[in-house]
């Protein structure tokens, strides 16, 4: 399984925040939940795909910014409509000061 690189470290999303990145042609979101790094989707699968970097974070609950769907970030599943689809998620692999994914 191939590393893609998201990102360093010190650019990453601080305690309870989350950051989109852009690697290729693949949008991420990383989302800090208790110094612990997930990696998902950056956009809802709901009608129109909006970016996940604009919603809002409580726990490990993200709502979408338009139609309030909510994710639990920590494995991509919906937690509320109107989505129904989960997210994907990537796992994440910490080394070397910078944040992967597997590819
Ligand atoms: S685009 Fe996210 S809930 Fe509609």
């Not at 790094?37 to 795909?49: E, I, K, M, N």
């Not at 139609?67 to 994907?88: I, K, M, W, Y």
Request: net charge negative; hydrophobic share 45%; proline share 5%.
């Amino acid at each position: 399984m191939d590393l893609l690189k998201i990102c360093d470290l010190e650019i990453a999303p601080s305690l309870g925040n989350l950051k989109q990145f852009k690697v290729g042609i693949l949008e991420v979101l990383v989302v800090n939940i208790e110094g612990e790094f997930f990696c998902t989707s950056a956009r809802c699968p709901h009608a129109g795909g909006a970016p996940l970097a604009e919603g809002t974070l409580k726990g490990t609950v993200l709502t979408c910014p338009w139609h309030e769907a909510q994710f639990r970030v920590t494995d991509g599943q919906v937690l509320r409509g109107p989505a129904s689809e989960n997210l994907l998620v990537y796992k994440i692999i910490v080394k070397d000061n910078s944040i992967f994914i597997e590819a």
